[in-house]
């Protein structure tokens, strides 16, 4: 089945980018509308009131778009506004990090210990936690949160000294735990993978959700088509569309991107 509709993704910032990356991979041939609230980011540290009012607007805005499903390319709303995003868009589907990351954690982990790096709201709302021990109540996990690496990366860093020594003293307690799987647990880090290798070496395994999503999203495509012709990105912000577009031309390489700035 042919369905030309495009794919929303959203995120508070340049996080999202790293899903887009990912299902590119998979599949190439679809259009997609990507929403970055920059004006709002970021959302790790605001409360839960606020992520889901900023969550809410950008799934009515993308619903105006016709699109036929919703990922939420940003952990911290996956952890708090699900339920609420699937009522208001039903009847489009809604696919959200934690699932998958939570899944793709339970199949990775040998030793049962699992660490999960994210904004302080994730980790405050135990999101990982809570999914993980739903699919296997015998995993250990560890979390913890930080905003200065999501800040890091949305200021365009991929690697420096800096980075390298706070995932350091961030995953100090987690690594001393033994845990031998740590997810990414928000969007903005696969960027700084390079970053977390480091600290963690060779008998971690650094995991991506957003590899799952690709999976979970050809499933879903399955049932409501694939877009086969032309395959088109729009991104839209809500804050400077300049340095917007010098981040995607930093995170995917795109020099000539459509670029629009909305107010919602
Ligand atoms: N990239 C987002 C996440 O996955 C949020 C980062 C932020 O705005 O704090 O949680």
């Known amino acids: 089945m042919v369905n030309t ?25 679809e259009n997609i509308i990507y929403v970055g609230d920059l004006r709002h980011f970021p959302y790790g540290t605001k409360t839960e009131e606020e992520v889901k009012t900023y969550a809410r607007n950008i799934t009515k805005f993308l619903l105006t778009k016709e699109v036929k499903l919703i990922i939420v390319a940003c952990n911290t709303v996956s952890s708090i506004a699900m339920d609420e995003l699937k009522v208001l868009a039903n009847p489009v589907e809604v696919i959200g990090m934690i699932q998958s990351g939570a899944e793709y954690a339970v199949k990775t982990t040998k030793n049962k210990k699992v660490g999960v790096i994210s904004t302080p709201l994730t ?4 999101a990982y936690k809570n999914e993980i021990q739903k699919l296997d109540g015998s995993i250990e996990v560890f979390e913890v949160g930080s905003q200065e690496l999501v800040n890091l990366v949305e200021d365009g860093v991929s690697f420096n000294d800096y980075a390298c020594a706070l995932a350091r003293e ?20 696969p ?5 977390v290798k480091s600290v963690v070496g060779e008998s971690v395994e650094v995991i991506d959700p957003a590899e799952y999503i690709a999976t979970k999203t050809v499933e879903h495509l399955n049932e409501i088509g694939f877009n086969n012709g032309t395959h088109k990105t729009i991104f839209y912000t809500t804050y400077d569309k300049e340095s917007f577009k010098e981040k995607l031309s930093l995170f995917l390489s795109i020099e000539d991107s459509e670029v629009y700035e909305i107010d919602i």
Do not use: M, Q, W
């Open 123 to 126: 980790a405050k709302k135990h």
């Open 170 to 189: 961030k995953l100090e307690e987690p690594l001393k735990n033994k845990i031998d799987t740590l997810v990414l647990g928000c969007t903005h880090f």
């Open 191 to 195: 960027f700084l993978y390079k970053v």
């Open 5 to 29: 509709k495009p794919i929303g993704i959203f995120d508070s910032g340049v996080g999202g980018l790293s899903v887009v990356k990912s299902l590119k991979r998979v599949l190439p041939n």
